[in-house]
């Protein structure tokens, strides 16, 4: 064998360069994009196949990938919560972090469970004006009159150059996002407002997570419009794997609801639908018959793989359903006439 010039040692040590070169150029995936585990278990839902874990209107799940360990909102109630992890044998004490998709009962119900026993865990909240996860203002949102005596103005004429507001939740490491942000190699926070009558200016979080087969979104109640998010989603990606959660369809018409089916399937091309909470009965009917296979039951205590294939994990050991049966059907109907948080009790009633 012929040894090894030093032109054969300079050519090699080049290609091991421009392939480097060429590895930091591709797109930006979650860290340890590799990792075995990579799934999204429902904690929290009205509807399921588990006996073991309660039912009731809310949403919770908990992401694992690429070596993160993510709480996505804390549903209704804490007990209900942590009897449904226990049940699932989640320890919510060992999270990287958690994502608070929005303010509503429903979905923040069971922060002061989670802050028992894991206090110090970091979450993300979207800021709202004067909210319960806290806020913060520049002094300057007012207007002074320096006519007045000290003892009539605010801090006696010299307010700090920060407002801070309290939280529901003091001492909770809370930190609060406005505008899209990746927190973590790949993995994303997609912040906008609604413009919907009755959720107006209510800001929501959802996330989104850039796999090698696409962006998978996770939403917690689609308040600005699942279209919306999605097509905020798109900026990070254009390739649509799978969204998962609640799309806030629950009391929509039928033409609203295909019209955002068609444009999920048509126009951002959405390989995978897993959704939950507050899809809605016709819209669950609406993806089966849109995305066919491709259109996941994820009701309570399902647990969806991710990767080119996504399926409900169970699959090869029971027979879960595509989409609701009866059962499902009937406490998904309770739950949300039961529902304390006025909106969804009030689209039970419309919806009757």
Known sequence: MKPKSWVDYFFAALAMVLAGCAATTSPPQAAGADSAKAQITILYDAFGKSSSMQKDWGYAALIEYGGKRILFDTGNNGDILAQNAKAKGIDLS??????????????????????????????????????????????TFYRKDESLPSEQRYYDGKPPEVMRFGAAWP????????????????????????????????????????????????????????????????????????????????????????????????????????????????TFAAL???????????????????????????????????????????????LLGKSDDHEYSLLARLAD
Request: proline share 5%.
């Open 288 to 334: 089966k018959k849109a995305f066919g296979e491709r259109n996941l039951y994820a009701g309570l205590g399902t647990t969806l793989t991710l990767g080119a294939t996504p399926r409900s994990i169970a699959e090869a050991d029971r027979n879960i359903p595509a989409t609701m049966d009866e059962d499902d059907l009937q406490s998904y109907r309770a």
């Open 171 to 282: 001492g909770a490491n809370f930190q609060l996002v406005d505008k899209n942000i990746e927190i973590a190699p790949g993995i994303h926070l997609i912040a906008l407002v609604s413009d919907k009558p009755g959720t107006l200016e209510l800001r929501e979080l959802s996330l989104a997570i850039n796999t090698a087969e696409g962006l998978v979104i996770i939403v917690g109640c689609s308040h600005p419009g699942i279209e919306k998010i999605v097509e905020a989603a798109t900026k990070i990606n254009p390739r649509i794997h799978l969204v998962a959660g609640g799309f806030h369809l629950v009391a929509s018409k039928d033409e609203e609801i295909e019209k955002i089916v068609t444009a999920l399937r048509d126009t951002y091309k959405a390989a995978y639908v897993a959704p939950g909470h507050c899809t809605g009965e016709p």
């Open 94 to 139: 060992k999270l990287d972090f958690v994502v608070m998709s929005h303010r509503h009962g429903d979905h923040m119900g069971g922060v002061a469970y989670l802050l028992s026993v894991n206090p110090k865990v970091k979450i993300y909240a979207p800021k709202d004006g004067f909210g319960v996860y806290g806020a913060d203002l520049p002094s």
